[in-house]
């Protein structure tokens, strides 16, 4: 039996081991290799740099299927979250949008999904075709519909198998008998695929994909679902290093919340928002979406991250923009290969976290 002890910030209490792990935490299904066609004139390669020069038009007719023109670092890896907001069957259906999420997309190693609305994998599946048809080799993995109203929602991941594999029998829903969040989180491993004469070991990391209630992270209470998401967090890496040696743990995807702002999530030693304060909605004036990293064990962290803003990226308007989503995706590099903490006694949890 899973408990949830409530309390005060000032008598938070240890939780055990597997307070989020359990009998609830499955996964709904693997998507197959499917794929995408590449629209006009995008080009992401200079995220290398940090800036992105894109000319393109949502509304331009979409070519056939091309070669990737993306090159992508061989000794790094970049990660990104993206919010693709009310992720159906309507938005999976436009070729163009389609277009610019795919486009977006494969220029990363492994994006974590928030807002998908089907109750099956069909919209990420196009997502992965419409990828792969313009040379790519993506797959996906998809969670339970989740939520407490009709209104539910789907995390994904999607990753590029070329250079990423997705640790078997590492993904689940974090296990909330109390029903402490409107959405459970999800989350997975992956590991880097590194050449055998390196002689080096891959990097793996642990990815934990979140979407909060807007409603829920108002208040300073313990029922704040980023007062709740701490324990998530500690928990999972407490229990990830103790089954698979893991430290790297990253929680990423949307908190509804702004930089400074994360209460007792943001409070976790060493836990840091490597996006900074960037706004993260498309239309430019908030932040909602974080990526964060414990900077005192994953020294992986290339010190590299940012947001991407597609309006300018693919010369959209405002009004093409919304059709895509109403986030902005963020992202964070870090070095293909695995490497040391900084010590023995931060790789290794404390627990508590404090």
């Not at 976790?268 to 932040?287: A, H, M, R, Y």
Request: proline share 5%.
């Amino acid at each position: 039996m899973f408990w949830f002890r409530k309390r005060s910030r000032s008598t938070k209490s240890r939780l055990p081991l597997t307070r989020f792990i359990g009998p609830g935490a499955t996964i709904a299904g693997l998507l197959a290799l499917l794929g995408f066609g590449v629209t006009k004139g995008v080009d992401f390669s200079k995220l290398d740099s940090g800036v992105a020069q894109v000319k393109s038009q949502l509304e331009a007719p979409r070519p056939a299927p091309a070669v990737l023109t993306s090159n992508k670092p061989t000794d790094r890896i970049r990660i990104a979250s993206f919010n693709i907001q009310v992720f159906g069957d309507k938005k999976a259906s436009d070729n163009n949008v389609m277009g610019v999420l795919a486009n977006i997309c494969s220029h990363f190693d492994v994006v974590a999904i928030q807002e998908i609305k089907t109750p099956d994998a069909r919209s990420l599946d196009r997502l992965v075709e419409r990828i792969n048809a313009g040379g790519g080799r993506y797959a996906g993995i998809v969670s339970p519909s989740l939520g407490r109203t009709s209104q539910t929602e789907q995390y994904g991941f999607i990753w590029d198998t070329t250079r990423i594999r997705n640790v078997p029998n590492t993904t689940y829903v974090v296990n909330d008998a109390e029903d402490r969040m409107h959405r459970e989180p999800m989350a997975s491993t992956f590991e880097t695929a590194v050449p055998p004469a390196s002689g080096r070991d891959g990097f793996k990391f642990t990815l934990i994909n979140v979407h909060t209630d807007p409603d829920e992270v108002k208040t300073k209470g313990p029922d704040n679902e980023l007062n709740v998401l701490d324990d998530v967090y500690l928990s999972i890496r407490e229990f990830e290093y103790a089954r698979q040696g893991e430290d790297d743990i990253f929680l990423l995807g949307d908190l509804n919340s702004g930089y400074g702002k994360l209460f007792e999530l943001g409070a976790i030693p060493g836990l840091e928002s490597v996006t900074g304060d960037q706004p993260t909605n498309t239309v430019g004036n908030k932040q909602h979406d974080h990526f964060l990293v414990d900077r005192s064990t994953t020294t992986e962290f290339t010190g590299a991250a940012g947001v991407i803003d597609f309006v300018a990226d693919f010369g959209l308007t405002l009004e093409q923009a919304k059709l895509v989503s109403d986030h902005r995706p963020i992202w964070a590099e870090f070095s293909a290969y695995e490497q040391p903490a900084f010590t023995a006694v931060a790789a290794r949890p404390t627990g508590n976290g404090r």
